[in-house]
């Protein structure tokens, strides 16, 4: 059974930072897409960002682009989410994903690839249990 294990959650006050790590299994690491979902009580699920983590090639959503960055650490099979100028709009519960790579013959972008994830959660393979983040005003 696969496991992504996240930490890093935690309350901060408007303008803060906080880095969300996810620990996955080797394996999983260098043959999936790895990303950052978010859940707010009673909103749909948001891609907030995805990383390819052969190149390195990352992807945001808008609400989050400048301000969050997205990183990997091969030698350790992580992959990090670095929240500055948090808002309270971005309080929500933080879901570590991994998503296979496309077969032959598809060539989705890494914006395709995250809204899949939003849409049906089946459409990401594994998901880790979830870290809460909570910004005050």
Not at 18 to 36: G, V
Request: net charge neutral; hydrophobic share 35%; glycine share 10%.
């Amino acid at each position: 059974q696969v496991e992504l294990v996240e930490s890093g959650g935690g309350s901060v006050q408007a303008g803060g930072s906080l880095r969300l790590s996810c620990s996955a299994p080797l394996h999983i690491f260098l043959t999936h897409y790895m990303a950052w979902f978010r859940q707010a009580p009673g909103k749909e699920r948001e891609g907030v960002a995805i990383i390819y983590t052969s190149s390195g090639t990352t992807y945001y959503a808008d609400s989050v682009k400048g301000r969050f960055t997205i990183s990997r650490d091969k030698s350790n099979s992580t992959v990090d989410l670095r929240m500055n100028s948090l808002k309270p709009e971005d309080t929500a519960m933080y879901y570590c994903a991994a998503r296979h790579l496309p077969v032959a013959g598809e060539v989705p972008t890494l914006e395709e690839v995250l809204v899949a994830g939003t849409t049906k959660k089946r459409n990401w393979d594994y998901w880790g249990q979830g870290t809460q983040v909570t910004v005050s005003s």
